[in-house]
């Protein structure tokens, strides 16, 4: 019953493609994260924005990583060349601006860098 | 160092008994503490949330109790059913972005 909506689900690179993952929002939410979730079920943040504007990011996603957040466009998370070990999952949340707001998550993009 | 930790790794309860999930956390600057609940496929859920100006959130049968002197807070699931099988969350929300910082996970099962 997510309302975060993330396209596809499953995503199959060889190594050194690109990978591109979309994700639509909750309808209103401002705010958006992108997190990867390890095959050790850790997560690792990777970016958020707030409407179009990136909030803050880690230094992996400046070089390979690139994410956007296009006013009336789906959010989309891309790697430029894969590497095996970005095999993991995606998972794209929002939540409305402002303190005490907990992020909904989407169902996830599943990458495999084979 | 590990801003969140979680114990214990695993659980296992029987139907009807009470699942305690244990969160402790190192930056006293967190201030809200969401849960989620992770089936195997499936993105992680909002469960239930507790704001650090509460010691206690309760939601049906599943209830948070929060020690902010300690930065510590619990997860009490009580009545557990086997579809409460699942991998439980505690993440810590920084006051300014909502970033959150997860703990490893407690996976849980409940057997009938």
Known sequence: ?114 | QQQVRQSPQSLTVWEGETAILNCSYEDSTFNYFPWYQQFPGEGPALLISIRSVSDKKEDGRFTIFFNKREKKLSLHITDSQPGDSATYFCAASEANTGKLTFGDGTVLTVKP
Request: charged share 20%; hydrophobic share 30%.
């Open chain 1, 1 to 114: 019953n997510s309302k975060v909506i993330q396209t596809p689900r499953y995503l199959v690179k060889g190594q050194g493609q690109k990978a591109k993952m979309r994700c639509i929002p909750e309808k209103g939410h401002p705010v958006v994260f992108w997190y990867q979730q390890n095959k050790n079920n850790e997560f690792k943040f990777l970016i958020n924005f707030q409407n179009q504007e990136v909030l803050q990011q880690i230094d992996m996603t400046e070089k390979r990583f690139s994410a956007e957040c296009p006013s009336n466009s789906p959010c989309s998370l891309e790697i430029q060349s894969s590497e095996a070990g970005d095999s993991a999952l995606y998972l794209c949340a929002s939540s409305l601006r402002g303190r005490n707001q907990a992020p909904l998550f989407g169902e996830g993009t599943r990458l495999s860098v084979l």
